[in-house]
Nanobody
Framework: QVQLVESGGGLVQPGGSLRLSCAAA????????MNWYRQAPGKERELVAS???????NYEESVKGRFTISRDNAKNTVYLQMNSLKPEDTAVYYC?????????????WGQGTQVTVSS
């Protein structure tokens, strides 16, 4: 069955770094765009970073220059390297896999991992 399992979250001080990982199983990983979303309490879930099947990437403006998304198709894993973390980065971070073609629509979600940035 389809699984997306996030890991690497935790408590970090402002200015610190974390690397999130998302291990995927149960689908053809290389055919899916991979995304990291986050949701803070009382706020909408927002797209943080995306990486396409051709390895092109996009970032939400507030994390540009600080976060890097990457994927390893051989390991069926997507990563989010987060540097220079700020308190406003505090949220539950979710891994998402998406495939959308003319006749195919797929959208899978992990359970999330908590990131807390606090002194």
């Amino acid at each position: 069955q389809v699984q997306l399992v996030e890991s690497g979250g935790g408590l970090v001080q402002p200015g610190g770094s974390l690397r999130l990982s998302c291990a995927a199983a149960g689908f053809t990983f290389s055919l899916f765009s991979m995304n990291w979303y986050r949701q803070a309490p009382g706020k909408e879930r927002e797209l943080v970073a995306s990486i396409s099947t051709d390895d092109s990437s996009n970032y939400e403006e507030s994390v540009k220059g600080r976060f890097t998304i990457s994927r390893d198709n051989a390991k069926n894993t997507v990563y989010l390297q987060m540097n220079s973390l700020k308190p406003e980065d505090t949220a539950v971070y979710y891994c998402n896999a998406q495939r959308q073609r003319l006749s195919i629509k797929r959208n899978y979600w992990g359970q999330g991992t908590q990131v807390t940035v606090s002194s």
